[in-house]
């Protein structure tokens, strides 16, 4: 698709998604995951250098500087740039909001340890499985690599919603990592990574993302048997 059919998708896109995205805020009455966000303590803050450390590493292992190199000097910048932002809103208020919340409110029912951590887990393996239906048109192992960076980028927003208490910055961060080309025109993956790298630097960041839920978990439940405040303001 080129010129004006592909901003007419790009512009249907954002519309569709801002829509969705409306109507999923409306079903769960807010974007927050608790009344305030979590008190970060000292442990919290060190583990939190160490995830942003595994986010850089996974963002130009994944290709992100020269991805948006091409984009800037792309003809189709501004389809490009609406197709990532509605992809951003659909897909977060999708999973990171419906999946997510979906998953916390059933652990919470069932009283389940770890709600943070398992709901985070389930709702990126969803993210990451959806990822599948590329291979129409794509390579089939280039796919499944993109399946794994797809679970283990979903974790990471799991990681950031809790952390910010909304979806604002996970959106914003879903739409840096769609504006490319390959988003606006819909094709699949091709290039076939090494499976090391992608087990390596994918793999690390997934376990920096669980161990910070975990942790996460940990402070809650270990507040909530206390009776101690666990939430600070904002």
Not at 159 to 184: E, F, K, Q, Y
Not at 193 to 213: D, E, K, N, Q
Request: net charge positive; with cysteine.
């Amino acid at each position: 698709m080129y010129g004006s059919q592909l901003l007419t998708t790009a512009i249907f896109i954002f519309g569709y998604s801002v829509i969705s995205a409306g109507l999923v805020y409306w079903s769960l009455g807010s974007w927050k995951v608790f009344q305030k966000r979590v008190r970060v303590t000292a442990p919290l803050k060190l583990w939190t250098w160490v995830l942003a450390g595994a986010f850089v590493i996974f963002a130009f292992a994944a290709q992100w500087p020269a991805m948006f190199a091409v984009t800037l000097h792309s003809k189709a910048i501004l389809a490009t740039t609406l197709i990532a932002v509605g992809t951003g809103i659909f897909e977060e208020s999708l999973f990171r909001g419906t999946f997510f919340s979906v998953f916390m409110a059933n652990m919470q029912y069932r009283s389940r340890s770890y709600q943070l951590t398992r709901s985070a887990i389930y709702s990126s393996i969803i993210f990451g499985l959806i990822h599948l239906t590329n291979v129409i048109g794509g390579n089939l192992q280039a796919v499944l690599q993109q399946v794994v960076y797809a679970m283990a980028f979903g974790l990471f927003l799991c990681v950031i919603r809790v952390m910010t208490n909304t979806l604002l910055w996970v959106i914003i961060i879903h739409t840096v990592a769609d504006w490319a080309p390959a988003t606006a025109t819909g094709s699949g993956p091709t290039e076939v990574s090494s499976w090391w790298l992608i087990v390596g630097v994918f793999g690390l960041l997934m376990l920096v993302s669980l161990v910070y839920l975990v942790k996460v978990d940990r402070l809650l439940e270990r507040s909530a048997n206390l009776g101690m405040p666990n939430e600070q303001g904002g």
